[in-house]
């Protein structure tokens, strides 16, 4: 009888280790999908926050310092489209191009809620700010950066490396991925 509970006991012990095993490997694994995905929503948000910018520059020849600055843009400015007719390299067709104006909502956020640009996924935060001038062969060029302000990813917090898109130091306005 004795031999018996300390069997069940043995067994239950076995069990209760293997799971906290289990949770060992496993937690770490599903947190790494966790910051995976997370930091692709945040990604995919810059990308269009990048895109703005440079519509933006398009039309004013400077980049936006404001969300709301460039929100008003996106909803009430315009973008020359280029159509082109024929091919330029056929002698036997007629090529003609024809620039029309159209609203730039409609022709970069018509699938996307502008208002929600300026938020960072998954959280209340808003994506930070920035835009300068950098000297660059004598010419002044704008520069603009968009920074999560709250990194989820523990290692970008200790490495002080936020994902980011433009780099006020530098006319680059690739993202940090």
């Keep these: ?9 043995l067994t239950i012990v076995v069990f209760v280790m293997a799971f906290l095993l289990y949770k060992t490997i496993a937690d770490p694994i599903a947190h790494q999908k966790e910051i995976n995905r997370r930091e692709q929503a945040i990604i995919e948000r ?26 008003n843009v996106m909803r009430n400015g315009e973008v020359n489209v280029e159509i082109q007719y024929g091919d330029a390299d056929d002698s036997t067709t007629v090529f003609r191009k024809e620039i029309i104006k159209k609203p730039i909502y409609q022709e970069l956020f018509s699938d996307y809620p502008l208002d929600s640009i300026f938020f960072v996924p998954f959280t209340n935060d808003t994506f930070d700010i920035a835009t300068g001038e950098v000297e660059k062969n004598g010419v002044l060029l704008p520069t603009f950066q968009i920074t999560d302000p709250a ?14 898109v433009g780099n006020l130091f530098e006319a680059d306005y690739n993202g940090n991925w």
Aim: charge should be positive.
């Design 46 to 71: 810059l990308e269009k926050v990048r895109e703005a910018q440079l519509a933006f520059k398009d039309i004013t020849g400077k980049f936006a310092n404001s969300w709301d600055t460039l929100i």
């Design 151 to 164: 990194p989820y990813n523990e290692r970008r917090v200790e490495n002080n490396n936020a994902l980011r």
């Design 1 to 9: 009888m004795q031999k018996n509970l300390i069997n069940i006991g």
